[in-house]
């Protein structure tokens, strides 16, 4: 259940988006603490196989009206996560940017929006940027034990989350390496909570 509105300080937003199933996190703070809520935005595997400019269209709305769905409208900062150059699905490459640039220029009217690499969400998540998204899974589970996580998607959109809820000041436990990560993003000039 969502934090009711008027109580919110802050709430920050953690998307891994993908073609077939993107995750989202959201963790919104008021004066009681954390709320996390989590979720997965999936391209319905019966639905056809985008095989047109039309039909890649589609899905690429579909993804983007789900996650913005699943953010909610009271959103102060989201991380995404960037392009990864050494993918296997290079073939999608243009899609999967194309999908992060709609998510980001649907985002960014009102809300601080940063793009953080793989590998440094990966080193957020355990320490060392080389982590295998199998190494991440059981690491993000083990750091934030009361999440629903269902699955690497979602992993990553937690781990993007807890960094934005760091940057603005909450505690996120960090090693030594995880936080040299964190420093490294290239951080939006943020106003301050709209409730000061």
């Known amino acids: 259940m969502r934090v009711s509105p008027e109580r919110v ?90 999908l992060r640039w709609m998510l980001v220029d649907r985002l960014a009217d009102g809300t601080a929006v940063t793009v953080v690499s793989p590998r440094t969400r990966a080193q957020l998540a355990t320490g060392f940027g080389g982590s295998r998204k199998e190494d991440v899974l059981p690491a993000v589970r083990g750091a934030f034990a009361g999440v629903e996580v269902a699955d690497h998607n979602v992993a990553d959109a937690v781990v993007l989350a807890a960094a934005g809820a760091a940057r603005l000041g909450f505690p996120v436990p960090y090693s030594a390496d995880q936080a040299k990560a964190h420093a490294r993003i290239a951080w939006p000039v943020m106003e301050r909570s709209r409730s000061e």
């Open 9 to 98: 300080v802050i709430v920050v937003g953690g998307v891994d988006p993908a073609l077939g199933t993107t995750g989202v996190a959201v963790i919104s703070f008021d004066e009681w603490g954390a709320r996390w809520e989590t979720g997965r935005v999936q391209w319905p595997a019966a639905a056809r196989t985008p095989k047109t400019v039309g039909d890649e269209l589609v899905r690429l709305r579909f993804q983007v009206a789900g996650v913005v769905e699943l953010l909610g409208p009271r959103l102060d900062l989201v991380v995404i996560e960037g392009a990864s150059m050494g993918s296997e699905f290079r073939g999608k490459s243009d899609e999967r940017g194309g």
